[in-house]
């Protein structure tokens, strides 16, 4: 069932940026492990990011270390996901999640909760 919100996609040339939002109305996001995923057309969907709750651990997909950063502002009851460095193989529909694993894990099993996605298009 979707009960988040995702925003901040949009149309990036190679090695520029964009900053994902994703929010709810319905509960307190530092109370979940949230995660960000991504899926491209006629692909699995993967999971990008995520950071813990309790310990706020992170975890990232190897191709998108040290170019992605995940955080939280809970004053805000938002979670980020910064990119940096695109590339046009991060071209896809992202989507945020939220689920009560205490670890950082990034498989769509451990999430119960899901946004509608946004897209994300990395092209010059």
């Known amino acids: 069932q979707l009960q988040l919100v995702e925003s901040g996609g949009g149309l990036v040339q190679p090695g520029g940026s964009l900053r994902l939002s994703c929010t709810t109305s319905r509960f307190t996001l530092d109370h979940y492990t949230v995660g960000w995923f991504r899926q491209a057309p006629g692909k699995e969907r993967e999971g990008v990011s995520c950071?813990?709750?309790?310990?706020?651990?992170?975890n990232y997909e190897n191709s998108v270390k040290g170019r992605f950063t995940i955080s939280r502002d809970n004053a805000k009851n938002t979670v980020y996901l910064q990119m940096n460095s695109l590339k046009p193989e991060d071209t896809a529909v992202y989507y945020c999640?939220?689920?009560?694993?205490?670890?950082?894990?990034?498989?769509?099993?451990?999430?119960?909760?899901w946004g509608q996605g946004t897209q994300v298009t990395v092209s010059s």
């Open positions: 999640a939220a689920g009560l694993s205490v670890l950082p894990i990034m498989d769509t099993a451990r999430y119960d909760y």
């Open positions: 950071i813990s709750r309790i310990s706020g651990r992170t």
